[in-house]
């Protein structure tokens, strides 16, 4: 098995690099694996301050040989993470034919890059896969899911693919929108109405945000593809929290329910109405602790009530 080359955008947060760096460094494919860093470079009119930054991040890849080969690939001026992405990934997929994708701020487990290249041998020929994601929001009901499924959903905190399917990418965001407006697609486009994934498209047409991942899930949607999730994420969004501080693969462990494998074997080609399920309930209502403590209160309120009632009788 050929391995995937990896993709890391990087820009301005140095300690958030050098946590995603260090946990890339430590799977157990790294050594044996291609890297590939693109660095945006300062937009008009930086501050020196964040001059600095860009600066510590080129000074943190350069630290180590993260990988068995680094390559890294410096932009003068800044493109922007929508347009970075769209233009890396485009460039080494259509050179490589698969890739694995990485930001910043995605700290990994060390079988993260085992799963991400088992799973694109094992689906390389089934074009209804376009996805293969890393990161499955944790509850309580984890337990109830196979060990991977797939789903209509896309999640891209750390991801694969291969050429073909992200050459049927549509970035027109007009189009895109023109293709979900009817009440039913759109319902089903939004996860079944607990979303409002449509707003984003609408934000991109009206110039309020530049993104690119609204456009790759909502083509995977428009083409009837399928992503594969884990039953436990191999990964970890750190920049939800501020520095990058305080945050460790310890942590995620004991919070979210990480694991560091996971078993990829060829499952039926279609939607799991289990994951489907999951993913809803936990968009709608959260972890659930946080729904069964509401529930648990509801059931106390009602059985108050009942006493309240037989006493006065």
């Given amino acids: 098995m050929s391995l995937a080359p990896i993709v890391l955008f990087v820009y301005n947060r140095p300690e958030h690099t050098l946590k995603t760096l260090e946990a890339l460094m430590q799977n157990e494919l790294a050594e044996m694996s291609e890297l590939f860093i693109y660095c945006d470079g300062p937009k008009p009119n930086t501050t020196k301050a964040d001059l600095d930054k860009i600066d510590a991040v080129h000074t943190i890849i350069l630290k180590k040989q993260w990988c068995k080969k680094v390559s890294i690939k410096k932009a003068e001026v800044n493109k922007g ?19 694995i994708v990485l930001e910043d701020d995605i700290v990994t487990t060390k079988g993260f890059l085992k799963y991400m290249n088992d799973a694109l041998e094992v689906y390389q020929s089934d074009k209804k896969v376009m996805h293969i994601g890393s990161y499955l929001p944790h509850t309580n009901s984890h337990k109830k899911l196979p060990e991977t499924f797939l789903s209509r959903f896309m999640s891209c905190w750390g991801w694969a693919t291969w050429k073909p399917a992200w050459d049927k990418t549509n970035w027109d965001e007009s189009e895109l929108y023109e293709q979900i407006k009817d009440p039913k697609v759109r319902y089903e ?39 594969l999730y884990p039953s436990h994420s191999l990964t970890k969004n750190i920049g939800f929290d501020g520095t990058g501080e305080n945050c460790n693969l310890l942590d995620v462990k004991e919070r979210e329910g990480v694991r560091d494998f996971i078993k990829v074997t060829k499952i039926k080609i279609e939607e799991s109405s289990l994951g489907k399920r999951y993913l809803k309930r936990y968009y709608r209502y959260g972890n659930d602790s946080g729904f069964e403590k509401r529930f648990k209160q509801k059931f106390l309120d009602f059985r108050y009530q009942l006493a309240k009632t037989i006493k006065s009788n």
């Fill in 189 to 227: 486009f939004n996860l079944e109405g607990v979303l409002n994934f449509h707003e984003q498209l609408e934000n991109n047409i009206n110039g309020s945000i530049n993104t690119w991942a609204i456009k790759w899930f909502t083509s995977i949607f428009l083409c009837n593809g399928l992503c």
């Fill in 81 to 99: 993470l929508a347009d970075s992405i769209i233009e890396g990934v485009t460039e080494i997929v259509n050179t490589y034919g698969k890739i």
